[in-house]
């Protein structure tokens, strides 16, 4: 997804403007056990149809239950299985 | 919307066309039930899986519906109509394809949230549809099952609810479909995406979804409408960059938005909470894809199942019955004499029960050796699959396979390998890029024994275990290095792995003999001709000296990796059958004439010699002639010059020749 300020499509990491204000948490870096919210998808054309393809949308509630030796979440009655690349193009907002 | 024109029974009168079409057609996600659906619709039995990716066809029966014949497809699995596998594509092909048909959704009824999105693309396709929620039964006992005539209502399609391992709800599936009508106006796009979609569309709704793909960045479908119509497609692109900045933000708002749709229409229709996940499945998954725990379940799966049951119980007990039990006790005595009483011609006689004749060699070597192994590996992968144990493997292993340029997904088509090279190459398709592809094709011709090969190496090593320990190290070194080459080598993208996991369960048999069954009459159905085939060629090349000059051709280079020259036949047989091949070296071995070093040596390079003929003709089709070729010759080349450095380190090593 485009960014607003600056128009890239690469994501956020290494951004200077976005380390500003806050570094937004991906799936990537969340720990077993925590629940978040999808707040967007900050991923390449390719790895986003995959994201949608696996019900990866904003707004969807997960709990990640693994991060090795691929991140898996839950979502609703669904169990997703990804890998660290997928994980960092997902933007979440702790709790649900 | 006009419908299927194969309508029986109607007057002159008839001014409207009796609703329904006479093709049905099956779509869904993976491990939905979809083919079990098919199986209970048509009689007929698709491939059933709990593993996403194993219907790579379009399989199609036939259906008497009340004196009607449907055709009905059964399309691989669809997660959305945005396609992302080869897979995926076929099924969207189908579904967008201009021939009057009725969709039959099938989706698992305990996951509606996640299915019904593809349910609102498919109407908006303008085609009759039938909501199928399949595994009522499992939603049913989570207490998760949906109000059907609820849903019904508000979709205004038919939903009906099924069950398809026992057959529940089939016959009311068939009847609305049989019956079913277009659907509604207003499942078109939701605004304000249709408004920017309709741009460079027709009209219709196939084209307006076909623009919604296009905008949404699908590959196949930018191309084919911006030339249709240039100046409207480059002001709707001007219009989804504006307001999305690019088909990215327009392919994720459209999905969002959708999603939002599913919500509010599944809103009392099934239990607000989702059901927890039952404590036994995670705490077995912890175990089981754990690398600690994982890991060593893996290895003891693979010597239960494939060293101890494959290869003892077929390969070995199984095979020696068949063998000398029944074919030199019981059948070939008798089919011999008859074959000389009957011909009095000697060389048709060879042609029959000769040393390479069809009953001894082709018949015996398919019924004997072959079925037994094939029947039991297909019994335990069936097993492996239906239990859902596969996507974790897949998932414990995509770490090590990304190293190769694959993902977990490889896993399935590497494992059925060491069942049928042949079928393993049909099912790499389900690989999402060309190059995953093309790497799994090489290692499966390269470094996978097929069960076949398998069992008569096995047999032959066994007396030595130090020989099997080395022939399997050699072999696994061979899958790494060429794998991790390739991966360098072959330019592309960073594989990306992403898979549902189903929930664990226990094998049903029905299922787990249905797989297993359909796996074997497939690989008889195109394994049997070519054994016959290839009995025949070598019968012909045996008689007219053809097959002792090609022999002669091979001797330098079966001298060059120290074997003896009675080796060289062997190595031709392995033209025809990679078990051929191995199973002249199980001659060799009765007579003495190769040692243990010897042995190992001829068994490492005609595993890694070329693939057999019908494996060369499935690469050829699937991949084209030149990757074809390119294989062989990879293959040739790394089978003589591992098999000649193993034959040298053997020897220098000493103590074993």
């Not at chain 2, 036939?62 to 009607?68: F, I, K």
């Not at chain 2, 092909?93 to 349910?119: F, K, N, Q, Y």
């Amino acid at each position: 997804m485009k960014c607003t300020m600056c128009g890239t499509t690469a994501g956020c990491s290494g951004c200077p403007i976005a380390s500003d204000f806050y570094l937004p948490e991906t799936l990537a870096a969340l720990d077993v056990g925590a629940r978040a919210t999808v707040r967007r998808l900050a991923s390449s054309s390719g790895d986003l149809r995959r994201l949608l393809a696996l019900g990866v949308l904003p707004g969807v509630e997960l709990e990640v239950e693994r991060r090795w030796p691929a991140v898996v979440v839950r979502m609703g009655y669904a169990t997703v299985a990804l890998d660290a690349a997928l994980a960092e193009g997902v933007v979440v907002s702790r709790g649900v | 919307m006009t419908h299927g024109a194969g309508v029986v029974g109607q007057g002159a009168a008839a001014v409207l066309p009796e609703a329904g079409t006479d093709r049905w057609l099956l779509v869904g996600a993976p491990n939905v039930g979809k083919s079990a659906l098919f199986g209970q619709l048509t009689g007929l039995y698709a491939t059933v899986s709990n593993y996403p990716g194993t219907s790579v066809e379009v399989a199609s029966g036939v259906r008497d519906q009340a004196g009607r014949a449907i055709r009905v497809a059964d399309a691989p699995g669809l997660y959305s109509l945005l396609a992302v596998t080869e897979e995926e594509r076929v099924a969207r092909r189908e579904v967008l394809g201009e021939g009057a048909c009725t969709i039959i959704h099938v989706v698992d009824a305990s996951h509606l949230d996640r299915a019904l999105p593809l349910t609102l693309q498919l109407l908006a396709t303008g085609k009759p549809l039938v909501l199928a929620c399949n595994q009522m039964d499992e939603a049913r006992s989570r207490g998760v099952a949906p109000d059907v005539g609820l849903l019904a209502e508000r979709l205004g399609v038919p939903v009906v609810a099924t069950v398809a391992t026992t057959g529940e709800g089939i016959e009311a599936l068939a009847r609305a479909a049989a019956a079913a009508p277009a659907p509604a106006d207003g499942w078109g796009l939701p605004q304000p995406f249709a408004a920017v979609a309709a741009a460079p569309a027709d009209g219709d709704e196939r084209s307006r979804l076909v623009a919604e793909l296009a905008l949404a960045g699908d590959p196949e479908f930018e191309e084919p409408v911006a030339a249709l119509a240039p100046d409207r497609w480059r002001g709707a692109v001007a219009a989804r960059d504006e307001r999305w900045g690019g088909a990215e933000g327009f392919a994720v708002a459209l999905a969002t938005a959708r999603r939002r749709m599913v919500l509010a229409l599944l809103d009392g229709v099934v239990p607000a909470a989702a059901a927890p996940r039952r404590r036994r499945d995670a705490a077995l998954d912890r175990v089981l894809l754990s690398p600690l725990t994982g890991l060593p379940i893996v290895l003891l799966v693979l010597y239960l199942g494939f060293y101890k049951f494959v290869g003892g119980v077929g390969a070995g007990t199984l095979v020696d019955w068949i063998e000398r039990v029944v074919f030199d006790g019981w059948l070939t005595p008798p089919v011999a004499a008859a074959a000389r009483a009957i011909v009095p011609w000697a060389p048709v006689q060879d042609l029959l029960v000769g040393p390479y004749g069809l009953f001894t060699l082709g018949v015996r070597y398919a019924v004997a050796i072959v079925l037994p192994i094939v029947c039991t590996f297909f019994l335990v992968f069936a097993l492996l699959e239906d239990c859902g144990y596969l996507p974790r493997l897949a998932l414990l292993l995509d770490r090590g396979l990304k190293r190769m340029g694959l993902s977990g997904r490889a896993v399935i088509p590497l494992v059925l390998g060491f069942g049928c090279n042949t079928m393993a190459t049909l099912v790499a398709r389900t690989l999402e890029t060309r190059r995953e592809r093309v790497i799994v094709t090489l290692l499966l011709a390269l470094a996978i024994p097929c069960s076949a090969q398998l069992g008569v190496v096995l047999g032959i090593l066994s007396v030595y275990p130090a020989a099997v320990a080395v022939w399997a190290g050699v072999l696994l070194a061979v899958f790494v290095f060429v794998g991790y080459i390739a991966a360098r080598l072959l330019p592309g993208e960073p594989p990306s792995f992403f898979l549902e996991l189903p929930p664990l369960r226990v094998p049903a048999l029905r299922n787990v003999l249905v797989k297993t069954g359909t796996r074997v009459r497939w690989y008889f159905a195109e394994i049997l001709p070519l054994f016959l085939l290839a009995s025949v060629l070598l019968s012909v090349g045996d008689l007219t000296g053809a097959l002792r000059g090609a022999t002669h051709l091979l001797e330098p280079v079966v001298r060059f990796i120290g074997l003896p020259d009675g080796a060289a036949p062997a190595f031709l047989y392995g033209f025809f059958r990679r078990d051929f091949g191995a199973a002249g070296l199980y001659d060799l071995a009765r007579a003495g004439v190769l040692g243990p070093a010897g042995l190992t040596t001829a068994a490492v390079t005609i595993t890694l010699f070329v693939p057999c003929i019908a494996q060369f003709l499935m690469m050829r089709r699937e991949r084209g002639l030149r990757m074809a070729l390119t294989v062989l010759a990879v293959a040739t080349g790394v089978a003589f010059s591992v098999g000649g450095l193993v034959g040298w380190l053997l020897r220098a090593v000493g103590g074993w020749a």
